[in-house]
């Protein structure tokens, strides 16, 4: 009998994500392979890392691993003060590719590290993005708080004075409303964004897999398992009732999953590659899928040059 797909509009890579696999991209024509070094993964995405390892870039999870005289690139997910400075002071060419938007996070941070003002940090700990962040507050590490739950602000003791929050750019939308509700209930005089730092590439993205998720037995996100918001669709969907996998491209459906249903729903986290997407379509319509159809609008989201790489 088979079944419908329907696939987001809204998907896939967010102008962050691209313009980062572009600086590496155009740090590869610059100077050639062998000589392009990541630290940490550039976005976080199998496919993205193993397709740039191919062209002869080089990934590592500290900066004693960069050999000098390399071409270091920041990845999207930002680093520390104290990496920056540690990177600078060496023989390194240094090309950040830190998204923008997180970058509007970290200087809050330095500004907040600057005036002395607690600090609180929605998001995952030990999450990359989040380390960078909290790596960016100039001063006590002791005034920074890096807290996820309503719960977790009933642990917080902030005391007297000024004080700020910010978000991880990735986190659940619905979520993350209830912790700064909680947080501004506790501390009015909070300063901090309207509703959340979570960037509109990733509301729009949960938004369109929350309808799929309406009309939909299954949805299948494509993105790889350490990727924050491709794990947040798998959970927005979830919650919107229907089944939902997370997989890192077609190899990974189970024929299994599509027996009794009527519709699939496919989208995909900001640094799933759209190849991934099609290579998943074309799965399910050999699996018995009837023809894609595209739900959903398609807003025009920003572009961000790329740094400069010379």
């Not at 691993?65 to 680093?79: K, M, T, W």
């Not at 600090?119 to 920074?144: F, K, L």
Request: glycine residues 10%.
């Amino acid at each position: 009998m088979g079944f419908k797909i329907l696939l987001a509009r809204e998907r896939g890579m967010c102008a962050g994500v691209e313009r980062a696999i572009r600086t590496v991209e155009e740090a590869l024509k610059a100077y050639g392979p062998g000589k392009i070094w990541v630290l940490h993964e550039i976005v976080h995405n199998r496919h993205v890392v193993e397709d740039l390892r191919s062209q002869g870039v080089s990934f590592a999870d500290s900066l004693d691993e960069v050999p000098d005289g390399a071409v270091l690139i920041f990845s999207a997910h930002g680093v520390s003060l104290e990496v920056e400075e540690q990177a600078r002071s060496r023989d390194f060419k240094v090309i950040d590719a830190t998204c923008p938007v997180v970058s509007a996070i970290h200087r809050k941070l330095n500004r907040a590290g600057a005036q002395g003002l607690a600090a609180v940090v929605i998001g995952h700990q030990g999450h990359q993005e989040v380390i960078g962040t909290v790596g960016q507050y100039q001063g006590d590490s002791g005034r920074v708080h890096v807290i996820l739950t309503p719960e977790d602000v009933e642990k917080l003791s902030l005391g007297a004075g000024d004080k700020i929050f910010v978000t991880q750019t990735t986190l659940s939308v619905d979520e993350t409303a209830e912790t700064v509700k909680a947080l501004r209930a506790r501390y009015p005089e909070i300063e901090g964004p309207r509703k959340d730092n979570t960037c509109r590439a990733t509301q729009l993205r949960q938004d369109a897999v929350k309808d799929l998720a309406s009309q939909c037995d299954l949805v299948i996100i494509a993105g790889s398992r350490n990727s924050s918001n491709s794990r947040r669709l798998m959970e927005v969907a979830q919650k919107g009732g229907a089944r939902s996998v997370l997989i890192d491209d077609e190899s990974e459906i189970d024929q299994n999953w599509l027996a009794d249903v009527e519709a699939v729903g496919v989208s995909a986290g900001a640094s799933a590659p759209e190849y991934v997407v099609q290579g998943i379509l074309k799965r399910l319509l050999e699996y018995g899928g009837h023809e894609v159809i595209e739900t959903g609008s398609k807003d025009s989201e920003r572009k961000f040059p790329v740094p400069e790489v010379k």
